[in-house]
């Protein structure tokens, strides 16, 4: 049986990354006015700004009813959080080590914007990075986003890569 040290230890950087999230959005909110860009890095290719987004990735539900809201962008997500929780904690061996790790990061995301969308629910989500695009995929711009998107994002890229690699190798095993 694993120890309770070593099974927890994943939450580490979930607590970590929330905070991270969650001062990096408390400096933005103090020092750049909402609607405004404060920085341009590498010309016009990186802007730190201040801009709030009420819906979810790419502005999807942002118009939708307050109850659709709650459903998608609170109920669901927080759904999904105990679910990563209870796999990491209780079915130690769904997942590898490394997986339970990329686990808890996608969850320190996900909380830094769970706790946005329920502290800041009628003023939305903190948002300040936007990337240039120059017409890619149709848009000037990538969508503004923060620190608790890229974790999302990064963590779900670790963990694909890492399912991958294991069914190649209980391939090559013969499993």
Same mark, same amino acid.
């Given at each position: 049986? !694993?120890? %309770?040290?070593?099974?927890?230890? #994943? ?10 999230? =969650? ?9 750049? @006015?909402?609607?405004?860009? %404060?920085?341009?890095?590498?010309? &016009? ?19 939708? #009813?307050?109850?659709?809201? $709650?459903?998608?962008?609170?109920? /669901? #997500? ?7 929780? *209870?796999?990491?904690?209780?079915? @130690?061996?769904?997942?590898? @080590?490394? =997986? ?17 969308? /329920?502290?800041?629910? &009628? !003023?939305?989500? /903190? &948002?300040?990075?936007?990337? %240039?695009? *120059?017409?890619?995929?149709?848009? &000037?711009?990538? @969508? ?7 974790? $999302? /994002? $990064? ?14 190798? !209980?391939? %090559? !095993?013969?499993?």
């Amino acid at each position: 049986m !694993e120890s %309770k040290l070593k099974r927890y230890s #994943p939450f580490l950087l979930t607590i970590a990354l929330v905070i991270l999230d =969650q001062i990096s959005k408390a400096i933005v909110i103090r020092s750049i @006015p909402l609607g405004t860009i %404060k920085t341009r890095l590498f010309g &016009d290719f990186i802007w730190i700004v201040h801009v709030r987004n009420t819906g979810m990735a790419f502005s999807l539900a942002a118009d939708s #009813p307050i109850a659709l809201r $709650v459903l998608i962008l609170i109920l /669901v #997500p927080t759904a999904l959080m105990v679910a990563i929780a *209870y796999a990491i904690i209780k079915k @130690p061996s769904m997942l590898t @080590p490394c =997986q339970r790790w990329f686990a808890a990061g996608i969850m320190g995301g996900g909380i830094g914007t769970l706790i946005d969308r /329920v502290f800041r629910f &009628d !003023e939305g989500v /903190v &948002d300040f990075v936007s990337i %240039k695009l *120059y017409g890619f995929l149709g848009m &000037d711009r990538w @969508p503004t986003f923060n620190v608790s998107d890229s974790c $999302v /994002v $990064v963590f779900v890229i670790l963990m694909m890569l890492s399912m991958l690699i294991s069914m190649v190798k !209980e391939r %090559k !095993e013969g499993k």
